[in-house]
């Protein structure tokens, strides 16, 4: 888009005007000399303004991202959510990095979208851990690290983030960036399969399957000890 220059006390009119005729230097006007008050501004409604706080910007991503029609916008809200982000609003981070996992408004970029994952991570949200650990997990964005993976799912996990429990509980049975744990492993599925985690119901199955009566209720015990920790 071109800038617009403002012509400050010029007219806007191409034509040019002839100037008005100078008074005579001897001249002087009899007529009195009014002041105009200056207009009464305390009763004048605010001019809008632009979003300051993190949060008023995140709210106006949302509504752009969320419109239908003309009042959606997807570019415009990953815009305003890249300036929540970077402001440490951590819902903004976290809508940032879905954007550029899925492409929205923004070029798809996966790396991206696991550096904003982790930075809503890191402040505590378990749906971004999830996502992070599933990405550690195939080496989406990042390079593959199941102890990455097991780091973040059991940060989610202890959260009460339930595709998380169920993720946890599978590699700590398979023993992938742990060690094995079939015990705690059925622990994390059965609080998943008690949430309605299908795959954690059929997990739990097949671990249950290798359990003995003992270890089966020792796992059943620390489940119903589980209390979700939210300062993860």
């Given at each position: 888009m071109a800038s617009l220059t403002l012509l400050v006390g010029a007219a806007c009119d191409a034509r040019k005007s002839e100037p008005a005729?100078?008074?005579?230097?001897?001249?002087?006007?009899?007529?009195?000399?009014?002041?105009?008050?200056?207009?009464?501004?305390?009763?004048?409604?605010?001019?809008?303004?632009?979003?300051?706080?993190?949060?008023?910007?995140?709210?106006?991503?949302?509504?752009?991202?969320?419109?239908?029609?003309?009042?959606?916008?997807?570019?415009?809200?990953?815009?305003?959510?890249?300036?929540?982000?970077?402001?440490?609003?951590?819902?903004?981070?976290?809508?940032?990095?879905?954007?550029?996992?899925?492409?929205?408004?923004?070029?798809?970029?996966?790396?991206?979208?696991?550096?904003?994952?982790?930075?809503a991570a890191e402040q505590g949200d378990a749906r971004s851990q999830g996502v992070l650990a599933s990405m550690y997990g195939t080496g989406e964005g990042v390079a593959k690290d199941p102890v990455e993976a097991v780091k973040w799912y059991r940060r989610a996990a202890e959260q009460g983030q339930v595709r998380a429990q169920a993720n946890l509980g599978a590699l700590l049975f398979l023993g992938q960036g742990v060690p094995k744990d079939p015990v705690e492993a059925y622990k994390w599925l059965h609080l998943a399969a008690q949430k309605g985690d299908q795959e954690a119901v059929k997990n739990r199955g097949n671990v249950a399957a290798r359990l003995s009566v003992a270890q089966m209720n020792e796992g059943r015990k620390r489940a119903a000890e589980f209390v979700p920790d939210k300062t993860k």
């Open positions: 005729a100078l008074p005579k230097t001897n001249e002087v006007s009899s007529a009195p000399v009014v002041v105009s008050p200056l207009p009464n501004l305390t009763n004048a409604p605010p001019s809008p303004t632009a979003p300051r706080t993190p949060n008023e910007l995140f709210q106006a991503a949302q509504k752009l991202a969320k419109g239908t029609g003309d009042t959606r916008d997807p570019a415009a809200a990953a815009r305003l959510y890249a300036e929540a982000a970077g402001k440490g609003h951590v819902d903004a981070q976290a809508y940032l990095a879905a954007a550029y996992r899925t492409g929205a408004g923004v070029v798809k970029n996966p790396t991206e979208a696991a550096r904003w994952f982790r930075a």
